[in-house]
């Protein structure tokens, strides 16, 4: 089954600045997600970008999508400790419709 | 609006006792999963619902069996629990399983087997 591959595995960095994580993937895919997961809690999701899409955001959130590289990258800009969180991508390809969920990039942002 | 509800939150079985968790939904989706994860091993899929009145096998379903009650619930039941089943459970629903569709989670239910 079609499954992402996020890293780096665990990403710290001060409150401002910004983090960077990518998500590889190894078939075609319609469509990829990123999902974030608070400590204890259940997954959100953050945004979805299309196959024919290479760019998108949403507000401090920005995703890109290289269909060649079979790779993505959610970049979070100015990073606020309510960011800390473990971030997944989950792809989604051809006739399997179900999401498949890497083990995620554990983010802190310190204060 | 409560979106996804899960029971209960928290559990603890002896192995070779059973328990069923129990999830709702309140956005009328048509499709419900069940997940689990454990440390390391992001989420697996343990059985889907494509629609009222079907069930689907995922990655991981041994030892596990699911009942799509209505539109509405969908729940999970171990019959004979075994420390290996000691995870964390999430549920989850979408609109529609075929289209590129969002999932939304309810906040788990922490199991474990002793």
């Known amino acids: 089954s079609q499954q992402g591959e996020e890293d780096p595995q665990a990403l710290s960095i001060q409150e401002g600045e910004n983090a960077t994580m990518n998500c590889s993937y190894k078939?075609?895919?319609?469509?990829l997600q990123w999902y974030r997961q608070n400590s204890g809690r259940g997954l959100v999701h953050l945004i979805l970008?299309?196959?024919?899409?290479r760019e998108k955001h949403s507000g401090r959130l920005r995703v890109t999508l290289d269909t060649s590289k079979k790779s993505s990258s959610l970049l979070i800009t100015a990073s606020r400790a309510a960011d800390t969180a473990s971030y997944f991508c989950?792809?989604?390809?051809?006739?399997?419709?179900?999401?498949?969920f890497g083990k995620g990039t554990l983010l802190t942002v310190n204060p | 609006n409560a979106g996804v509800t899960q029971t209960p939150k928290f559990q603890v079985l002896k192995t070779g006792q059973s328990m069923t968790l129990q999830c709702a939904q309140d956005?009328?989706?048509?499709?419900m999963y069940w997940y689990r994860q454990d440390p390391g091993m992001g989420l697996r899929l343990i059985y889907y619902?494509?629609?009222?009145?079907?069930?689907d096998k995922g990655e991981v379903p041994n030892g596990y069996n699911v009942s799509r009650l209505n539109k509405r619930e969908f729940s999970l039941r171990l019959e004979s629990a075994a420390p290996s089943q000691t995870s964390v459970y999430f549920c989850?629903?979408?609109?529609?399983?075929?289209?590129?569709?969002?999932?939304?989670f309810g906040p788990g239910t922490r199991l474990t087997v002793l």
């Open positions: 989850a629903s979408s609109e529609d399983f075929r289209s590129a569709d969002t999932q939304y």
């Open positions: 078939t075609s895919i319609n469509n």
């Open positions: 970008i299309r196959s024919n899409e």
């Open positions: 989950a792809p989604r390809g051809g006739s399997n419709y179900k999401l498949t």
């Open positions: 956005m009328n989706h048509n499709s």
């Open positions: 619902s494509a629609s009222e009145g079907t069930t």
